[in-house]
């Protein structure tokens, strides 16, 4: 897995106030394309990009492109070490209970403005469109220090099935 070629770019494109480009970097990377790429897909099954993405349309996203998903919460997950995964990082907030639904936010809609995607790949390093690097999973707790804990992950059990005209819609 690569970094896409134009990740730098579209992460200070995106870089909004609760938002940004994390998700369709994550997706940009497990296809090995362009952010810009994901973009033109992603409008295709979902309208204009609102500047954000949501776990469940990452997940439908690939499982349009004929990737084999699922939902593992944090608990639930065994072992990294076979497949690729994109983790839903949750950003705790200031308010006294840091427990979920809300974090350390006031409402759900503020957790969810606060959340970070990266991409696992088999158990060996992890990658951050933020950082524009991957970087060794033995690290991932150091990155997390800054108040962030990973929820749930969407497991990519199997690459995309369809054929590449399949993949374009044409």
Not at 18 to 35: F, H, M, N, Q, W
Request: hydrophobic share 35%; net charge positive.
């Amino acid at each position: 897995m690569k970094i896409p070629k134009d990740n730098k770019e579209m992460t200070e494109r995106f870089t909004i106030d609760k938002g940004g480009i994390c998700g369709l970097s994550c997706l940009a990377v497990i296809e090995s394309k362009s952010i810009s790429d994901v973009l033109n897909d992603w409008k295709n099954f979902f309208g204009d990009f609102k500047g954000y993405a949501n776990f469940k349309d990452l997940r439908t996203y690939l499982e349009k492109k004929g990737y084999d998903c699922q939902f593992v919460n944090r608990n639930g997950y065994t072992k990294f070490l076979k497949h690729t995964f994109i983790a839903r990082i949750q950003w705790i907030g200031n308010k006294e209970d840091k427990k979920a639904p809300f974090y350390g936010w006031g409402h759900w809609t503020e957790a969810s403005a606060h959340t970070h995607f990266i991409v696992i790949q088999k158990g060996n390093k992890f990658f951050c469109n933020e950082e524009n690097k991957w970087i060794r999973m033995g690290d991932l707790s150091k990155y997390l220090k800054n108040g962030g804990i990973i929820t749930s992950f969407i497991k990519i059990k199997s690459g995309a099935t369809l054929t590449p005209s399949e993949k374009r819609g044409t």
